[in-house]
C-alpha cells in the first residue's frame, strides 16, 4: 500500500511538474496566481500540486477576427460573432449620411502575452470592440462615393494606423497586421440603383476614352498632313523662285551680251534656235538661193507622204 501510495504521488508528481510548449506559442507560467514570467517552445519543469500553472498563448501564430460575415470552421472563437449580428455589424453611416453595408477583417498577433492576459478583462473582446469603433470612425469621415469605390485603400491605412494606437493605449498585447475591407455596397433597397448608376458612369468613363484615343490619333495625323502640304508648297515656291531667277540671270547675261554685239548675239540665237528645232524634223528641202534663181522649183511631195513635216504641210 505504502509502495503504492509512493508511485501515485511520484506519478502525480511527474504528471504535474512537466509541460509542453507549442513551438507557435509561449507558456505564461503564474505561481499561485501571480504572474512569474514566460518560457519558449519545448518542454520545461515547473512546481508540481498546482503551485506553479502555466498558460499557453499563440503568440506566432496570426490570427483574424471578421465582422459583417463569418467563415465556417473558424478556430479562434472570437473570430467572428452570430449570424444574427451581422447586419448590425456592418451597417453604417457614412460623412453625408448615406447608408453603407461595410464588412472587413483585421489580422493581428499576440506580442505581450502577459499585458494579453492581464491588463484587460477579456483582449478579444476589447479587440472586437475597438475595432468596430474605429471602422465606424473612418467610414463616418468620408462620402459613400469614397468608401464604395476609390477610398477603399486610404480607409485600411487609415483604419490600421488608429486601431494600432489603440490597442497600445488599452496595452491589450496585441500588434495589428492589416485592415481589409471585403465586400462594401449599398443597403440592398437601392442596390440596384446604385448598380446602374456605376454602370452608367463606366460607360461615360469609355466613351470619354474612346474619344480621346480618337482624338489623339486624328490629330497627329491632321498636322503631318499639314506639314507635308507645306513643305510641299514650300518646296514648289523655291524651285520657282529659283527657276525665275536663273531666267532673269540667263536674259541678263544675253542682254549684256547683245548690246556688246548685236549682229553675233542675234547671229548666235538664230543658229541655237535652230539647232533646236531642225533636229526635229523628218523631211528637209534645202535650196541654194543662187542656183534657184530665175528657175521655177519643183517640189517632189509625193516624197513627204506619209511624213509628218508633209502631212502637217
Known sequence: MIAAFGALVLAIV???AFYT???ESEGVVLRFGRFLGTQPSGLHFKLPFGVDTVDIVPVRRQLKQEFGFGTPGATNPWQATSRADWNDEKSMV???LNAALVEWVVQYRIDKPENYLFKVRNADATLRDASESVMREVVGDRTVDEVITVGRQEIEDEALQKLQALAESYE???KIDQVQLKNVNPPER???SFNEVNQAQQERERAINIANGEYNKAIP???GEAE???SAA???ASQRINEAEGDAAAFDARLAAYVEAPEVTRLRLYLETMAEVLPRVRGKVILDEAAGAGVLPLLDLDRFVGDELGADR
Do not use: L, M, N, S
Request: charged share 20%; hydrophobic share 40%.
Open 221 to 223: 495625323r491632321a498636322r
Open 14 to 16: 511527474a504528471w504535474t
Open 228 to 230: 507635308q502640304r507645306i
Open 94 to 96: 457614412t460623412g453625408d
Open 190 to 192: 437601392v442596390q440596384a
Open 21 to 23: 510548449v507549442p513551438a
Open 172 to 174: 491589450i498585447g496585441i
Open 234 to 236: 514650300e518646296g514648289y
